[in-house]
């Protein structure tokens, strides 16, 4: 075949190359566009096809992947949580049981194609989820403030607040200096070598010195006075009992109430024994009348009555300045009183249910008080704010105190378990498994705070090492619910002493002397 050929005779691609020789003669030179232009349009790419995101866009799906991402977190966290409760849910296992239950609920009986296995899953899946929702209404209580209020207190309650901040300013300063010393001066492995030499002893020579029976009802509590000479005890009879420290003799009974008593609180400076002398505050109580008796001990008659609670009384305590006493009651609040006008200086609202422990801390700048709904509040008594919520245990808190150093806090629930609390990290140290039953009473030693002091409806009263939280003693002889324990303040003749009082209606004294034969000194172990 033959190509077509041009005019005059040539091939079409020679004349091509012909054209375009032309073109770039008469073109010295080529242009393509001006530098703005290149700059906004990069090479290659059509803004008309393709959008590229700006900085606002990366931003705005960064922020909606994090928000995605804590909203898998907490369903995870939610449906984990949710498992681990129905593992520990107690259901029926009888079927007619199983849906009396969901009758209760208000949920069908009985679905079709659903067996008595199924049909208890699902019971164990809606208790579950009720329990769920009660635990998230529980850490809204603790830690939302959108209820947050103030109201006007009374010109006492400000002389009061200025008064406190003034006396435990200086006292946090000393125990700061103390404790910086003290870690200057001894290091941490000999003091833990000296605990644990101390609770060998304990162990070993810690027995029941002392039985008596305290009265025709069960005791609810029992305090040694601040010079270890005394020991004071409660019942529901209402009668209030002075004993002898350490030969457990009875020396003064006082009808404290008409009604039950459940707490008793000596005064910080409190001495000696009776016959008392001067009619000053030595004692206070607290009864199931709603009422707060002031007793000097040396009237028959309270020196004056604290009105105001609308229901019992749970548990009263001194301020450590002597001038105040905090009271806690089943009507939901705790009050701040004036020893010397006996007057109320502060109704506090803020628990949801019943308030019943109550602790200071030693430099009285600090209250901590529990409810039975398991919510534990922290006070700032200066300036009248929650400062720390403290939501952790499943069932009720019975007690709390505060460490000797001021930096721990121990609650004791229902649950079984006592919880050590850091007050400057603020969270949970150690979660202890302490009893198989309702923990009544949890304290520490006083002074150096070696030991801590636990009660339970068990029968038994345990003694921990606060160094590495292990159980020191078992201490076993109630044959009721051990309604209290504490420690002595001071050592006798160098052995520490522990009270206890049940339901049995028993005292008893244990102590690391005993009936030993010859004595032991104990002052080596210290």
Same mark, same amino acid.
């Given at each position: 075949?033959?190509?077509?050929?041009?005019?005059?005779?040539?091939?079409?691609?020679?004349?091509?190359?012909?054209?375009?020789?032309?073109?770039?003669?008469?073109?010295?030179?080529?242009?393509?566009?001006?530098?703005?232009?290149?700059?906004?349009?990069?090479?290659?790419?059509?803004?008309?096809?393709?959008?590229?995101?700006?900085?606002?866009?990366?931003?705005?799906?960064?922020?909606?992947?994090? %928000?995605?991402?804590?909203?898998?977190?907490?369903?995870?966290?939610?449906?984990?949580?949710?498992?681990?409760?129905?593992?520990?849910?107690?259901?029926?296992?009888?079927?007619?049981?199983?849906?009396?239950?969901?009758?209760?609920?208000?949920?069908?009986?009985?679905?079709?194609?659903?067996?008595?296995?199924?049909?208890?899953?699902?019971?164990?899946?809606?208790?579950?989820?009720?329990?769920?929702?009660?635990?998230?209404?529980?850490?809204?209580?603790?830690?939302?403030?959108?209820?947050?209020?103030?109201? =006007?207190?009374?010109?006492?309650?400000?002389?009061?607040?200025?008064?406190?901040?003034?006396?435990?300013?200086?006292?946090?300063?000393?125990? %700061?200096?103390?404790?910086?010393?003290?870690?200057?001066?001894?290091?941490?492995?000999?003091? =833990?070598?000296?605990?644990?030499?101390?609770?060998?002893?304990?162990?070993?020579?810690?027995?029941?010195?002392?039985?008596?029976?305290?009265?025709?009802?069960?005791? /609810?509590?029992?305090?040694?006075?601040?010079?270890?000479?005394?020991?004071? /005890?409660?019942?529901?009879?209402?009668?209030?009992?002075?004993?002898?420290?350490?030969?457990? =003799?009875?020396?003064?009974?006082?009808?404290?109430?008409?009604?039950?008593?459940?707490?008793?609180?000596?005064?910080?400076?409190?001495?000696?024994?009776?016959?008392?002398?001067?009619?000053?505050?030595?004692?206070?109580?607290?009864?199931?009348?709603?009422?707060?008796?002031?007793?000097?001990?040396?009237?028959?008659?309270?020196?004056?009555?604290?009105?105001?609670?609308?229901?019992?009384?749970?548990?009263?305590?001194?301020?450590?300045?002597?001038?105040?006493?905090?009271?806690?009651?089943?009507?939901?609040?705790?009050?701040?009183?004036?020893?010397?006008?006996?007057?109320?200086?502060?109704?506090?609202?803020?628990?949801?249910?019943?308030?019943?422990?109550?602790?200071?801390?030693?430099?009285?700048?600090?209250?901590?008080?529990?409810? %039975?709904?398991?919510?534990?509040?922290?006070?700032?008594?200066?300036?009248?704010?929650?400062?720390?919520?403290?939501?952790?245990?499943?069932?009720?808190?019975?007690?709390?105190?505060?460490?000797?150093?001021?930096?721990?806090?121990?609650?004791?629930?229902?649950?079984?378990?006592?919880?050590?609390?850091?007050?400057?990290?603020?969270?949970?140290?150690?979660?202890?498994?302490?009893?198989?039953?309702?923990?009544?009473?949890?304290?520490?030693?006083?002074?150096?705070?070696?030991?801590?002091? /636990?009660?339970?409806?068990?029968?038994?009263?345990?003694?921990?090492?606060?160094?590495?939280?292990?159980?020191?003693?078992?201490?076993?002889?109630?044959?009721?619910?051990?309604?209290?324990?504490?420690?002595?303040?001071?050592?006798?003749?160098?052995?520490?002493?522990?009270?206890?009082?049940?339901?049995?209606? /028993?005292?008893?004294?244990?102590?690391?002397?005993?009936?030993? =034969?010859?004595?032991?000194?104990?002052?080596?172990?210290?």
């Amino acid at each position: 075949a033959e190509f077509d050929r041009a005019p005059g005779g040539q091939s079409p691609w020679r004349a091509a190359r012909v054209g375009a020789s032309a073109m770039a003669e008469e073109k010295s030179h080529i242009h393509y566009g001006g530098l703005e232009e290149a700059l906004s349009k990069p090479a290659g790419v059509s803004n008309e096809n393709i959008r590229m995101p700006t900085g606002g866009d990366v931003s705005d799906q960064a922020v909606e992947d994090m %928000l995605r991402a804590r909203q898998q977190h907490e369903d995870a966290v939610k449906a984990f949580e949710q498992k681990a409760a129905q593992r520990q849910m107690a259901v029926p296992t009888s079927d007619a049981q199983v849906k009396a239950k969901l009758r209760e609920f208000g949920e069908p009986a009985c679905i079709f194609g659903e067996g008595p296995y199924e049909r208890r899953d699902r019971l164990r899946t809606i208790m579950a989820g009720r329990s769920s929702e009660t635990q998230h209404a529980k850490r809204q209580e603790a830690t939302g403030d959108e209820d947050l209020f103030y109201t =006007e207190g009374l010109e006492e309650l400000l002389e009061a607040r200025v008064k406190i901040a003034e006396w435990s300013i200086p006292r946090a300063n000393q125990r %700061l200096l103390k404790e910086r010393r003290q870690r200057a001066e001894e290091d941490p492995l000999e003091y =833990e070598e000296r605990v644990d030499r101390f609770c060998t002893f304990l162990q070993r020579s810690m027995v029941a010195e002392v039985s008596q029976v305290g009265d025709e009802r069960p005791l /609810t509590q029992g305090k040694f006075s601040p010079d270890a000479q005394l020991y004071c /005890t409660s019942s529901w009879s209402g009668f209030i009992k002075l004993w002898k420290v350490p030969s457990c =003799e009875p020396t003064l009974t006082i009808r404290g109430h008409e009604d039950r008593c459940h707490s008793i609180a000596w005064h910080p400076s409190c001495r000696g024994a009776p016959p008392f002398e001067g009619k000053t505050v030595r004692l206070a109580s607290a009864s199931a009348d709603s009422r707060v008796n002031l007793w000097c001990l040396t009237e028959s008659q309270p020196l004056a009555v604290l009105e105001g609670h609308e229901d019992r009384v749970n548990r009263v305590v001194f301020h450590p300045m002597g001038e105040h006493v905090v009271t806690t009651s089943h009507d939901m609040s705790w009050r701040l009183w004036d020893v010397e006008t006996s007057s109320e200086l502060l109704l506090q609202e803020g628990h949801s249910r019943p308030t019943y422990g109550v602790s200071m801390h030693p430099d009285g700048s600090l209250c901590a008080t529990s409810d %039975l709904g398991g919510v534990v509040r922290v006070w700032d008594l200066r300036s009248g704010k929650s400062i720390m919520p403290l939501a952790a245990h499943g069932k009720q808190v019975m007690s709390v105190d505060f460490h000797p150093r001021g930096n721990m806090l121990a609650t004791a629930a229902d649950d079984h378990s006592v919880r050590i609390w850091d007050m400057r990290k603020r969270r949970c140290l150690h979660n202890l498994l302490a009893h198989n039953k309702l923990i009544s009473e949890v304290s520490f030693e006083k002074g150096e705070g070696r030991l801590m002091l /636990t009660s339970s409806f068990d029968g038994t009263v345990k003694i921990w090492n606060t160094t590495d939280w292990r159980t020191v003693k078992v201490l076993i002889g109630h044959e009721g619910r051990v309604m209290g324990a504490d420690h002595i303040p001071s050592s006798i003749s160098g052995h520490h002493y522990i009270g206890s009082v049940a339901f049995d209606r /028993t005292l008893k004294f244990w102590s690391t002397q005993g009936k030993a =034969e010859p004595p032991v000194d104990a002052t080596s172990f210290m």
